[in-house]
């Protein structure tokens, strides 16, 4: 993109708490990462342009995948295979765990719906010194995705709110691989079960986003995005584009331009509502509550 476009860009690799504080959702958090923040680098890249509190802190420059990146619900499941949450709850009187510093951020579960009964959940509880509250639920944080997993194992929270494509990205096979052939970054073990110990009751979450993986977001008033957006939106259209998403198997969630054919993939199903999935919990992604395949979906 940026030979077609005449710009010189240059990618390092950081650490992802130096570009957006996990806190960031914190009345006291200064939100930007101290890396962006101190101007390390212009810009930090491939985050999800999410609702919420980041927009108060930067911008985000067009995307350059389509919305691919849904939210969902993850809950242990009972020896006979039902989940311990069930798929049409609220959520009032549950713990949910969200993942600190990565999106859906904790707020996020306020631009989501149900996918079972299209009702928004229950509000997030705020310690008012009443005691416990049954109306709401209990938002805690994990510091990074396993760290969420291990509570969600433990019981200390009855589910997790995350990517509906993380428990597929990181559950390992039997050399140790992940999914992309990647060395995995995190701890194999704890993934392990996916459709036998653990499951999405909720998948096809867009609402916590307002558009797709981004090329890059900045500090508000940088001028990155109006630096960027103009050679995003040509490149786009290229076959140079079409190329690098054939070359990475990331067809269904690019933007497509001439160079594609008409024939659709089948969407994975961590891309499809709960209320299109139609296997019970044994492939990991539930069915709502009361499925019959002859029937259809509720």
């Known amino acids: 993109m940026a030979d077609a476009c005449g710009l010189e860009i240059t990618f390092v690799q950081n650490n992802w708490a130096n570009c957006w504080d996990p806190d960031g959702y914190k009345p006291d958090s200064p939100g930007i990462g101290k890396g962006l923040l101190n101007h390390w680098f212009d810009g930090c890249s ?37 989940p311990r ?20 951020t904790a707020d996020g579960m306020e631009y989501v719906e149900n996918q079972c009964t299209g009702k928004s959940y229950a509000p997030r509880c705020v310690d008012n010194g009443d005691g416990v509250q049954s109306d709401c639920y209990t938002l805690l944080v994990g510091d990074g995705n396993d760290a969420a997993m291990k509570m969600l194992r433990s019981g200390e929270a009855d589910a997790m709110f995350v990517y509906a494509d993380q428990a597929y990205n990181y559950e390992c096979s039997a050399d140790g691989k992940s999914h992309s052939g990647a060395d995995p970054t995190w701890d194999c073990d704890l993934w392990k079960g996916f459709g036998t110990d653990y499951a999405y009751v909720q998948t096809g979450q867009f609402g916590h986003a307002i558009n797709g993986t981004t090329l890059a977001l900045a500090p508000k008033g940088s001028g990155l995005a109006e630096l960027l957006n103009p050679c995003i939106q040509s490149f786009l259209k290229t076959k140079e584009y079409y190329d690098l998403c054939i070359k990475y198997d990331m067809v269904e969630t690019c933007y497509r331009n001439e160079f594609f054919s008409s024939t659709i993939k089948d969407k994975k199903p961590y891309m499809l509502p709960t209320n299109m999935q139609t296997t019970g919990c044994a492939n990991g992604y539930c069915s709502c509550p009361g499925y019959f395949k002859t029937d259809g979906p509720p």
């Open 46 to 82: 491939t985050y999800t342009h999410a609702q919420g509190v980041r927009n108060r802190f930067v911008e985000f420059t067009h995307s350059i995948l389509d919305a691919n990146k849904p939210a969902g619900l993850l809950t242990l499941l009972r020896e006979d295979g039902t």
């Open 85 to 104: 949450v069930d798929g049409k709850e609220n959520l009032a009187g549950r713990k949910v765990v969200d993942v600190g510093g990565w999106v859906p």
